[in-house]
């Protein structure tokens, strides 16, 4: 009987050099795992692999080693474990998510439910090439959101309260951009220079500034064979609907528009940026 490698890799078996073995990928959303996911895994790596596994780039975990004969089985016990495999292939591949504001100081958005709420729309979906979406909570960017074919970038949008503030001077300090200045009538940003990173109101000790969370999205990102920056056009986003509005548009433009086996950023560079700008920037203003 013929074995159907493509199917076995679309549900994260992958072919290793040894024969009739495979490094198995697990469906990880944001980089987390609970305690009894883990010792699922941990279990079925001593059982059915060599007792190791493989942490990937992408915040992944691999189960190496994996026989043919025992696939089945190992499907059913991490089933049964809490525990889902993952997909490879041409498809919407692992969210991954730095820990976020519920956790990171430096957070602007809460991003482990994000990545989870992207995970659940688009993970698993056909595409003409894998497609990776990256969020990060800050513009410290330690998920590299711009490595991806679509990055979320966490942000704010600020109001200064002259009422509140005794223009100590420590937002213009913190502001690495040198976006605000401190005058003897108050506190002027230039609005050119804000990145929205969100470091005067952190930085405030007297609640002097209102902030909105937002979200700054790059397209067209990769760094396998073809490196590119994802390209950041728009203003910050406001709302999550529309944030998901303008994901939807950017993966339609892709099965619209590429050929099969062909990269998101390369699709967009042979149609036409400004033709991917005029789509994506009509959801955005609609």
Not at 166 to 174: K, N, R
Request: with cysteine; charged share 25%.
């Amino acid at each position: 009987m013929a074995i159907d490698y493509k199917a076995l890799k679309s549900k994260g078996f992958m072919q290793q050099v040894q024969e009739n073995c495979f490094s198995l990928r697990l469906k990880v959303v944001g980089g987390n795992l609970t305690a009894e996911q883990l010792t699922t895994i941990s279990k079925i790596s001593k059982k059915y692999g060599e007792g190791r596994v493989h942490l990937t780039s992408r915040q992944g975990v691999e189960i190496p080693f994996i026989k043919l004969a025992d696939i089945d089985a190992v499907s059913a016990e991490l089933e049964a474990g809490g525990v889902n495999t993952g997909v490879c292939g041409p498809r919407v591949r692992t969210v991954t998510a730095c820990q976020g504001s519920k956790i990171c100081p430096s957070g602007c958005i809460d991003t482990y439910p994000l990545a989870v709420e992207v995970s659940d729309r688009y993970y698993g979906r056909d595409l003409p090439h894998k497609f990776k979406f990256g969020v990060t909570g800050c513009m410290n960017n330690c998920l590299k959101a711009e490595e991806n074919d679509l990055g979320i970038k966490g942000g704010y949008v600020v109001e200064w309260l002259a009422d509140e503030c005794t223009l100590c001077g420590i937002c213009e300090e913190s502001c690495r951009q040198n976006a605000i200045t401190q005058t003897e009538d108050g506190i002027v940003i230039d609005e050119e220079k804000c990145i929205h990173c969100g470091r005067c109101v952190k930085s405030c000790t007297n609640d002097a500034w209102l902030y909105q969370e937002g979200y700054l999205v790059s397209f067209g990102g990769t760094f396998g064979n073809v490196i590119a920056k994802g390209e950041q056009f728009l203003p910050i986003v406001l709302e999550k609907e529309n944030l998901f509005q303008i994901a939807d548009a950017a993966l339609d433009f892709f099965d619209e528009h590429a050929n099969s086996g062909e990269r998101f950023r390369v699709a967009i560079d042979r149609a036409g940026w400004d033709l991917f700008k005029e789509k994506i920037a009509a959801v955005y203003d609609g």
